[in-house]
């Protein structure tokens, strides 16, 4: 039986293969070791990265968090310092006030034999993680010194791939590699990615490949417990909405933080949700709604807005929906809307939007009221043309 062919609920990930004893995976792991992680680095009973290696008997001397922190604590683009564990093992922080503390630095990877790697992603080329694993493995591989990752689903599966490459120029912390915005790779691809594109030597990336997982498969399908991953990523269905809710980032939306579904429900204090739900989403249903967020944008503030209802995941195209959903709130309310101009993920000079989505078109498009359709035809073309360039990387086979 091949891999994904299992019945349901049988796919393991990389930390649940070291969790069953698995010979080849421990015979990696020898020595001192780093472990990158945050809350839902835990295999199928729930156990975290760091209970099931110490376990087995492993030697991890370092902690690393990313971005929300090793324990989640912290809201987006909140700066975490350093601290230590119950045990006293030291947490270093990659997620700093500085484009520089998003990578390790050499006086905490000395004296590691390597660094473990075990994060959940969530597809969306924003969703930073993918992006710390590249920095640890750019700054691990300087010093010699080998990147396991343990391999997790894509919760949205391998097959879609939405929203066009970056190009040089719109790189940041949300895309430092040009891939779509819906990649279609697990972390483990990603990494192997990066690490080409860093030139990085071969022998000194690992990755514990899952066993049963296909990419057709919806994350309810793999058994696995589904553990918010960031303080704003609470259920698999944020997660299918983000690679378009995360846009909204870039406007003076509100995206919903500050109640208990994030990037579903949005909206604005001059907005008219009622109008906004009448438009037709293929695949969602829009639900005129009123919130108050109780933190973050419009704070404490009556804000009018929908729920996006996802109802027939194979026709969803989040990317798409949110690019024409901000483009009827702005109509809705030209005045009120506002592209977002302040810093964003370290970058002071170019609009959050642009980098978000990989250039200025989408928000040229919309301010001169073009043909967003005309733009979606591109997008699609440039982001099926990224199947060939992620080919050689992929673990899992293409359907």
């Known amino acids: 039986m091949e891999s994904g ?60 968090g990313p971005e929300h922190g090793y324990g989640g604590e912290a809201q987006d683009m909140i700066g975490v310092a350093d601290a230590r564990d119950r045990d006293g093992t030291p947490i270093h922080t990659l997620y700093g006030e500085r484009y520089e503390d998003l990578s390790p630095r050499p006086e905490h990877l000395e004296g590691l034999d390597a660094i473990v790697v075990d994060l959940e992603d969530v597809g969306a080329r924003y969703y930073t993680f993918v992006w710390t694993c590249a920095l640890v493995i750019e700054a691990a591989s300087k010093l010699g010194i080998r990147t396991i990752v343990l391999d997790r689903p894509n919760p949205l599966g391998g097959v879609h791939l939405e929203g066009a490459p970056q190009r040089p120029g719109y790189r940041s912390f949300v895309g430092l590699f040009d891939v779509p915005v819906r990649h279609g790779m697990t972390i483990g691809e990603v990494a192997l990615f990066s690490a080409a594109q860093l030139g990085v030597d071969p022998r000194l990336v690992e990755i514990v490949r899952m066993e049963g997982w296909s990419r057709a498969m919806r994350f309810e399908d793999t058994g696995l417990p589904w553990v918010l991953p960031s303080p704003n990523m609470p259920t698999c269905d944020t997660a299918r909405v983000y690679p378009g809710g995360c846009l909204l980032e870039g406007t003076n939306l509100s995206e919903g933080r500050g109640q208990t579904r994030p990037f579903e429900i949005f909206g604005a204090p001059w907005l008219d949700g009622r109008a906004l739900a009448a438009l037709e989403i293929d695949g969602a249903i829009l639900r005129a709604l009123t919130f108050s967020p109780t933190f973050h944008k419009h704070a404490k503030t009556t804000c009018g807005g929908v729920q996006v209802h996802v109802t027939d995941e194979a026709r969803f195209r989040p990317y798409e929906a949110y690019v024409r959903l901000i483009a009827r709130a702005r109509s809705l309310a030209p005045d009120a809307f506002r592209w977002r101009t302040e810093r964003y993920e370290f970058v002071d000079t170019i609009p959050a939007i642009d980098l978000l989505t990989g250039g200025p078109e989408v928000r040229e498009t919309i301010d001169r009221g073009g043909d967003l359709d005309a733009l979606f035809v591109e997008d699609r073309r440039r982001a099926e043309a990224f199947r060939a360039t992620r080919a050689p990387f992929l673990l899992y086979p293409e359907p």
């Open 5 to 64: 062919e299992n019945a349901r609920g049988t796919t393991l990930t990389g930390l649940d293969r070291l969790a069953r004893g698995d010979a080849e995976v421990l015979a990696s792991m020898k020595g001192r070791l780093g472990l990158v992680a945050h809350p839902a680095s835990v295999d199928r009973r729930l156990r975290h990265a760091r209970e099931v290696m110490r376990a087995h008997g492993l030697e991890v001397v370092a902690l690393f």
